[in-house]
């Protein structure tokens, strides 16, 4: 189908009939064909177990839908169990040493801090954690200048940052902050969970040597499964962190056993598969990479635009940096009037009283479409939003 098929389509998405459903950078419901996907590979092992089961198939369906959106090789690609699999994979497959320099800030989610603070713990490294600033108007960023100013020093070992913070919507500029660590010989690792299958990411222009992203929100996906991209030419700086039978070339060469990893990213694939969750986020991938994601982008971000001029008029202060469209993500974060009190009592009165689900974060309220929301709903979001505040 179509985009201009798929938008408001209840038959498509079903969660249209219930709800009007803002949190895509939380969890997001499911599409018909990616249920449908899971409920036959669930039949299939009901009535024959792995019997005639293709278990190449649904793994190559994720690593090249997700290889495509983000202009990578399905060999750079490692399907992971969720963000935090793929983020300790890296940080604790690094060699690190006494003294190296992590860099990351304080607007990140806990996932992309607690597995640094371990491997800095194990090694004696330092952790260097830049603030976040408030502007003038309110926007609250991590300035670029602040984190290449913080990794300007010649013990900085990584640079590790989300593409879109997750408490702020801020969109990172990806390709400025991977040009100045490649120019240095800095690793660069980016957490794009709040950023896979809403936001173009060319992995090669951005310089960006780890990427991770857990498949249970914009991927449309389900919890269970992720994907871990690694540069090629940098694997070798990657130990696994863990293996197992999937990590070898050959997995099954039972009388002898031959411990030679894989060349691939394949290496950081270590057992039995989670094959429903794995078929889950492979259709959605799939469904987004038809699409298009410089398309998927214009329109939620055209949402985003729609509902943030809306709200601002109720006395709503717009957190998210808005001012162009490379700044903008898929995430709009506001505070209503009032304190962080007002900004939790609005998402709750929106999601119990009105069937509208937004997100409650950081003392703020989060409003996340995806591509298949219409301007209807949106306007129905602003006007209750409006509504409750007076």
Same mark, same amino acid.
């Given at each position: ?6 938008? =408001?389509?209840v038959?498509?998405? &079903?969660? /249209?009939?219930?709800?009007d459903?803002?949190n ?5 419901p499911? +599409? ?9 590979f ?19 369906? /994720? ?20 963000t935090?699999?793929?983020? !300790? ?8 040493? &006494? ?14 801090? %607690? +597995? ?8 004696? #490294?330092t ?10 108007t ?9 984190? /290449? =100013?913080?990794c ?5 070992k *990584? ?18 902050? =991977?040009a100045f ?9 980016v ?24 498949g ?9 499964a992720?994907?871990l ?29 031959? %411990?030679?990893?894989?060349?691939t ?7 039995? +598969?989670?094959?429903? +969750? *794995? ?5 959605g ?18 949402? =985003? ?5 809306? *709200? ?13 469209t490379?700044?903008?993500?898929g995430?709009?974060?506001?505070t209503?009037?009032?304190? #962080? ?12 009283e ?5 997100? !409650? ?6 409003f996340?479409?995806?591509? %298949? ?14 509504t409750?505040?007076?």
């Amino acid at each position: 189908m179509t985009m201009d098929e798929l938008v =408001g389509n209840v038959d498509a998405f &079903p969660v /249209l009939a219930r709800r009007d459903y803002f949190n895509h950078a939380g969890v997001s419901p499911m +599409p018909r064909a990616v249920t449908d996907a899971v409920r036959g590979f669930l039949q299939h092992f009901e009535e024959d177990a792995f019997v005639g089961f293709d278990f190449a198939g649904p793994m190559d369906k /994720l690593r090249n839908a997700a290889a495509g959106i983000i202009k990578a090789s399905a060999d750079d690609i490692a399907i992971v169990s969720h963000t935090s699999d793929a983020i !300790s994979l890296v940080a604790l497959g690094l060699d690190l040493k &006494p003294g190296d320099r992590v860099v990351i800030n304080d607007g990140e989610y806990p996932a992309n801090v %607690y +597995p640094w603070t371990e491997a800095c713990n194990r090694a004696e #490294a330092t952790l260097v954690s830049v603030p976040e600033t408030t502007t003038d108007t309110g926007e609250v960023i991590v300035r670029e200048e602040d984190l /290449l =100013g913080a990794c300007d020093d010649p013990r900085t070992k *990584i640079l590790a940052v989300s593409h879109v913070q997750w408490g702020t919507g801020q969109r990172m500029d990806i390709e400025r902050l =991977g040009a100045f660590c490649r120019e240095r010989g800095i690793l660069f690792s980016v957490d794009a969970i709040q950023s896979f299958g809403v936001v173009p990411i060319d992995v090669d222009k951005a310089n960006i040597d780890f990427l991770q992203a857990g498949g249970h929100k914009w991927m449309l996906g389900t919890m269970g499964a992720g994907v871990l991209y690694v540069r090629r030419e940098k694997i070798e700086l990657l130990h696994p962190a863990a293996v197992g039978w999937g990590s070898v070339v050959n997995p099954f060469a039972w009388e002898e056993i031959d %411990y030679t990893l894989r060349p691939t990213a394949h290496r950081y694939e270590t057992g039995s +598969p989670a094959f429903a +969750p *794995i078929i889950a986020v492979g259709t959605g991938l799939s469904m987004l990479h038809e699409l298009g994601i410089e398309a998927i982008h214009d329109r939620v971000t055209s949402l =985003g635009d729609r509902f943030a001029a809306g *709200i601002v008029e109720a006395g709503c202060t717009i957190v998210s940096p808005r001012g162009s469209t490379e700044q903008k993500s898929g995430s709009v974060c506001f505070t209503p009037p009032g304190d #962080a009190e007002a900004a939790k009592s609005l998402y709750e009165t929106l999601s119990k009283e009105h069937a509208t689900e937004l997100a !409650s974060r950081c003392g703020r309220v989060r409003f996340a479409p995806h591509f %298949y929301n219409t301007e209807e709903q949106v306007d129905r979001a602003v006007e209750r939003v409006v509504t409750t505040l007076r």
